[in-house]
């Protein structure tokens, strides 16, 4: 079996890359090495993969349409893994035009080009929680309206989610959207609050605790993740969407303190208001890809935590 994986440098896909590669996948990752985090980073992320047989690098921007419709007729992946975005929300306030040409653009390229394979591929993309926008009731469910996003990130994702279907419908794409919940562990995009807090802590520096701490969040280790991923790909037929979450949602004090906890230190709290474009909560209902998928996340906070700290620490 043949995959593209775009976005395979980074966080969550350097551990797809690694699993479908253990299960003698060829892969081919797609990645611009974009300096929203040090490429550093992300080569390092591939440094195992790399060395195996089945693997293969493709250093090509989603935006380059041409590159990608040249690369995926070569390719003829048998599955089109698509984890490639600009990431966060924060950032995305103030570039929404920058995160709409390669979130949205980048997806329409792609599904061109897949869109001309006889058979199709397999079309597998990370869609977010961050879709649901401000909501006061929980859990999250697939079958809620993501009408009211909070931010352009959220915005370009439910607009994918939107294309896909486009695609699915007119051309017959089998096409799975997975819709993250907040991934952490080790290799850990180092703009992310659990990797930039656990950077402040180990220094003794203050950690910024926007509002009164008690926002959640959905917390998913990265392994749970990934076997969602790999899950979806197996099954992937029709257009579905699905929860990729733990279903146990952890106050942002609670994080904190259990990543002083395991870093042996004291976290020093820097309090900060609110930040727009920031939700109260997420928290996902995974019925549907438990039930579907065979999803079950097993990896409880704390042993994630710790997880993390180890790679944390060996990286240092």
């Known amino acids: 079996m043949r995959a593209i994986v775009t976005g395979g440098a980074g966080f969550i896909g350097s551990h797809l890359v690694d699993r479908l590669l253990g299960a003698g996948w060829e892969v081919v990752v797609v990645d611009n090495f974009d300096p929203f985090y040090p490429e550093a980073c992300k080569r390092a992320n591939l440094a195992e993969a790399s060395r195996q047989p089945g693997f293969r690098l493709e250093v090509l921007d989603i935006c380059d ?8 007729s070569e390719i003829r992946p048998d599955v089109i893994a698509h984890l490639a975005a600009r990431a966060g929300v924060r950032p995305s306030i103030e570039a929404p035009a920058l995160y709409t040409e390669v979130n949205v653009m980048g997806t329409v390229h792609l599904l061109e080009a897949a869109s001309r394979l006889e058979p199709r591929p397999r079309f597998v993309f990370a869609s977010s929680s961050s879709i649901y926008g401000e909501r006061p009731d929980a859990p999250f469910r697939e079958s809620d309206p993501v009408d009211h996003p909070v931010s352009p990130y959220a915005a370009t994702k439910k607009a994918c989610e939107l294309m896909v279907y486009t695609f699915h419908s007119l051309h017959g794409l089998p096409a799975t959207g997975l819709r993250f919940f907040t ?17 402040l802590i180990a220094r003794d520096k203050p950690v910024p605790m926007f509002g009164d701490g008690s926002t959640q969040r959905d917390y998913t280790y990265v392994g749970d993740i990934v076997d969602g991923v790999v899950r979806a790909i197996d099954r992937c037929r029709g257009y579905e969407i699905y929860n990729l979450g733990n279903s146990h949602p952890i106050a942002l004090r609670d994080m904190i303190a259990t990543l002083g906890e395991a870093l042996g230190k004291t976290p020093v709290i820097d309090r900060q208001p609110e930040q727009p474009g920031d939700v109260r ?6 019925t549907r890809a438990s039930a579907e998928l065979g999803y079950t996340p097993s990896t409880p906070f704390r042993e994630g935590i710790a997880r993390f700290v180890d790679w944390f620490r060996a990286t240092q």
């Open 65 to 72: 349409r041409e590159g990608v419709l040249r690369l995926v």
């Open 183 to 199: 991934a952490y562990g080790p290799r850990n995009r180092p703009d992310l609050a659990i990797a930039k807090f656990a950077s």
């Open 281 to 286: 909560q997420t928290f996902a209902d995974v």
